[in-house]
């Protein structure tokens, strides 16, 4: 894992210093934009080794501009295109089938989600077209579609996004309302289903000070209140990669933890109903740039039984 301090790396650093850095993803997050434009270096694989084995659990590809294109999960695979403005057009996702090696689902539905703006580079509506769960391809026809409009406040904060069936057999409309700190960090995210009975699920977020997550309190509609807590690798050595794969980062009640982090998370704990479970992750940095070459993972389950897992990085 080299960082190429090459002409392409210095064309994708004025990309970024160029392009509002607000811009980067569809939602803001909270972390220092001259870090994220500082980090010219790319996370291209990561790959599970147990058992003797090693698989690949998740590839990415760029265009020339240090963009992300394509993420190629063992479970799915998304596809990005940008207009010429450099801003997001369309997300494209795609459930694999048969064995699927992965305890993660990077997606519940195929779906395809187009993407419109304003003057300030703010998505006003998303079109989004989602395909029966055993699609192979989204050539077909979508057995659903929607019409997802944004709505801002005078200060530029996404206050609420209402998603309206256009076609299919769900009728009931969503809505997402976002809520702020006094310092204009989002502090919770209710999302409503206008159904029969009405379901409603809240998000509730702390900060550490350098905006990443500290704490969220997830509420789902019929399930345990679910609490997650992170702790980072916070000493200016390394950066999660996998944060500049996602040019979405959608804040949703059920969100992404790992691609909005910028720091690499150190420590996670997962509580439910008293039930714990820890993640503790550890790094390691074989030719001393930003990008970790590996890392170890010791999950321990809520009876107090834990297993290591590990995985090997490569980046450009």
Same mark, same amino acid.
């Given at each position: 894992m080299i960082l190429k301090r090459s002409f392409a790396a210095l064309a994708i650093l004025t990309a970024f210093n160029v392009s509002a850095y607000e811009h980067y993803s569809v939602f803001e997050d909270y972390?220092?934009?001259?870090?994220?434009?500082? &980090?010219t270096a790319r996370l291209t694989q990561v790959a599970k080794e147990a058992g003797g084995q090693t698989t690949v659990a998740g590839a990415y590809s760029y265009d020339h501009l240090?963009?992300? &294109?394509?993420?190629? /999960?063992?479970?799915? &695979?998304?596809?990005?295109?940008?207009? @010429?403005?450099?801003?997001?057009?369309?997300?494209?996702?795609?459930?694999?089938h048969g064995s699927i090696n992965s305890y993660v689902r990077h997606t519940k539905e195929n779906?395809?989600?187009?993407?419109? $703006?304003?003057?300030?580079?703010?998505? &006003? !509506? @998303?079109n989004k077209k989602v395909f029966h769960d055993e699609a192979t391809n989204l050539d077909g026809t979508p057995i659903a579609s929607y019409r997802i409009q944004y709505t801002y406040g005078a200060d530029g904060k996404l206050l609420q996004r209402r998603q309206a069936p256009i076609t299919g057999e769900d009728t009931a409309v969503r809505e997402f309302h976002y809520y $702020?700190?006094?310092?204009?960090?989002?502090?919770?995210?209710? @999302?409503?289903? !206008?159904?029969t009975p009405k379901e409603k699920n809240t998000l509730l977020l702390q900060?550490?000070?350098?905006?990443?997550?500290?704490?969220?309190?997830?509420?789902?509609?019929?399930?345990?209140t679910k609490t997650v807590e992170? @702790? /980072?690798?916070?000493?200016?050595?390394?950066?999660?990669?996998? $944060?500049?794969?996602?040019?979405v980062k959608e804040w949703k009640v059920d969100v992404d933890f790992f691609g909005l982090a910028f720091h690499p998370i150190r420590n996670l704990k997962q509580t439910v109903e008293g039930s714990v479970t820890? /993640?503790? $992750?550890?790094?390691?940095?074989?030719?001393?740039?930003v990008l970790p070459d590996s890392l170890e993972l010791l999950l321990t389950f809520p009876t107090g039984a834990s297993t290591t897992l590990n995985y090997s990085m490569s980046n450009k």
């Open positions: 972390v220092d934009s001259n870090s994220v434009q500082a &980090t240090g963009r992300v &294109t394509q993420r190629d /999960y063992a479970d799915s &695979t998304f596809d990005y295109a940008y207009n @010429e403005q450099g801003l997001l057009q369309s997300a494209r996702a795609l459930m694999k779906f395809i989600s187009d993407y419109s $703006y304003n003057d300030l580079g703010q998505v &006003t !509506f @998303e $702020y700190h006094e310092d204009g960090k989002l502090r919770k995210i209710r @999302e409503t289903r !206008f159904s900060y550490h000070p350098n905006g990443e997550i500290k704490k969220a309190t997830q509420k789902l509609f019929g399930k345990p992170m @702790e /980072y690798v916070d000493d200016g050595s390394l950066v999660y990669g996998v $944060y500049y794969a996602d040019p820890n /993640y503790r $992750y550890q790094y390691h940095n074989l030719d001393g740039d």
